[in-house]
């Protein structure tokens, strides 16, 4: 449900500082005779307003008081490997709801949310669904398509081993989620990314771990049988599968290369 200060705003609690026009992104708060006024067409719902407000006349709850360290979230990050080999322990559906929680915290292009999280469970159901990619190779086979793809991306034995009934795309994983967004949004696919990767660093954070799955994603459009009448007129953005690894990493990996333009560039 939309945020609405101007709902919550108790003028006898004001101490008309102006801190909540000076932080509101869309201009939506103007001071007038000492007051806020609240444009609440321009209101985008985020709720910056209230989260600086010394006085919490918005009755916002209050925040953590130990947020991590530097140290800390580079620590999370750096135990982070993509899995692909699951432990017997499957995720129950509230440790699985807990983790896409974390969603709620996205921040979205002009904070228009609407990102619908699809969660397959239970490794069965995820290989249902390879069965039909399956069917798609063995009728294309005789258009000799599956192998010109397989020559041009490099994914000759990878759809060998897919035909031979492997799943290399799941690769057992007990939940996968799919990430969808609105069609409209205009940062659409950047939103749907960036909760992606937030539910990716909170799996490490509740001992679970993911793997990005790039083939489920580009191989969505495709495949009519994924589809679901939920998501129509959305965008899919990310698939992650989800489990709780059988193996940990015990050592670091290689540093990413990565360039920084800085000073004169
Ligand atoms: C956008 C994206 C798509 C990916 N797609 C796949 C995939 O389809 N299959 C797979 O096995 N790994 C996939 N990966 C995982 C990468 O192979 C992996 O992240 C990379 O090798 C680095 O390893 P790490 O994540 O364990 O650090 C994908 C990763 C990203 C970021």
Redesign the pocket.
Known sequence: MKYYPEKIFKRENCIGCGICAEVCPSHAIHMSNGYPVFNSSRCIGCGHCGSFCPENVFEMDPLPENPATPKQYRALLEI???I?SYSDILPSEEEINELISIVSQSPTGVNAQGIIVRAISGSENVSRFVDPVRKMLRILSFTGLPHIIGKITGMTAYIKSLRGGEDVIFRGAPVVLFFHVPRKNITGYTDGVIAASAVMNYAVSMGMGT??????EKIYPFVRSWHTRETRRTRLTAVLCVGYPALKPKWK?PERIYNLLQKDC
């Open positions: 982070r490997r993509s692909r793997l990005w799955n790039g083939v489920a990996a």
